[in-house]
DNA sequence: CGCTTGATGTAATAACATAACGTTTGAGGC
DNA sequence: GCCTCAAACGTTATGTTATTACATCAAGCG
């Protein structure tokens, strides 16, 4: 398999499913979760694709396996990967996608191309960051944030200036 | 009318109102747009409201008042109305909200209480934000951007306090 | 007038998400 | 071993959000 892209830059694609496969379970086993087949295998579907994927794309690869076929087996599998970390939801896109930097606790930020869909995840340190300047000053606490950018990737706007 | 609130902070409410119809005018007027009917009514909607409303919900008071009845005549009025920075969508409510600041351009940030469903919009610096730092060490080039958090607002935490 | 463009309206459908309920399974107490 | 409970899983049905496709109408303009 040739390498793939991730967000922007190329890197060997094999390993790092089986790396985060393998991390998720450590995880889940060290807190207590279950990383149950159907929850794995919707993992492991978000890693493949290496993109945000809808609900229903999931749901679709899911039932191909012989998971459940309907809407709350790939919601249900989504929420406890959400819900501890290990994949996001791109509210700008009401998609999902790995999550690049598990273990870490994190506020992620998003860059979506909108030429070729990918979708890249940085880091941000929550402390810094805008939001939480702005809630220092208004008194609001922060719970949870989302940071989603659209625009134009690297490689395509190399491609674009041609 | 009694004063209402707007983001967390008390004001003059039917004031506001008519200013930002005022203000809509002279902009859409000045920058050859035309708000019609249907697109002013819209606007005035989400003024009176004065939080985040499902297009779906402004469809059902703009249909009461003799506009079309179909999803598409919200749809493009809220559209239109984004699309020239009179209204954003909060993308984590799938709902929109008449901007607090138009004229000025901006990158506006939003703070969600989960408990009173207030939603206040804070201006930010697009040059300062995070997300342009990120995009700037990566080479991306950022067209939009969304900036949303969610917890729990002043009034809220208070009287949680208690 | 005849053409184009943008706004509006409709019907139909697509895409996204959850409620409600029954069954299965596995861990822990007895 | 066996009972019980909670969590996970499956299904049906439905609710919510959004778009496609196409007809009509009015304004601007040669």
Redesign the pocket.
């Known amino acids: 398999m040739d390498p793939n892209t991730v967000g922007f830059a190329k890197h060997d694609h094999d390993h790092c499913i089986s790396d985060a496969i393998t991390a998720a379970d450590r995880m889940c086993r060290d807190a207590g ?2 990383l ?4 794995k295998r919707a993992l492991s579907i978000l890693l493949e694709e290496h993109r945000a994927l ?3 794309d999931v749901l679709a690869r899911l039932s191909e396996e012989g ?7 790939a ?3 989504l929420d ?1 990967l959400t819900k501890h970390g290990l994949a996001h939801k791109i509210e700008r896109l ?2 999902f996608i790995a999550c690049a930097h598990p273990n870490e606790l994190h506020t992620p930020a998003f860059l979506i191309c909108t030429t070729c869909h990918a979708v890249a995840e940085a880091e941000t340190d929550p402390s810094h960051s805008l939001l939480s300047q702005i809630a220092e000053t208004t008194g609001f606490t922060i719970a949870r944030a989302v940071l989603e950018a659209e625009g134009t990737c690297p490689n395509c706007r190399e491609k674009a200036d041609k």
Chains 1, 2 share one sequence.
């Open positions: 979760l279950q149950t087949p159907v929850r809808g609900a229903y998971f459940g076929a309907q809407p709350p087996v919601y249900r599998a406890f009401n998609a």
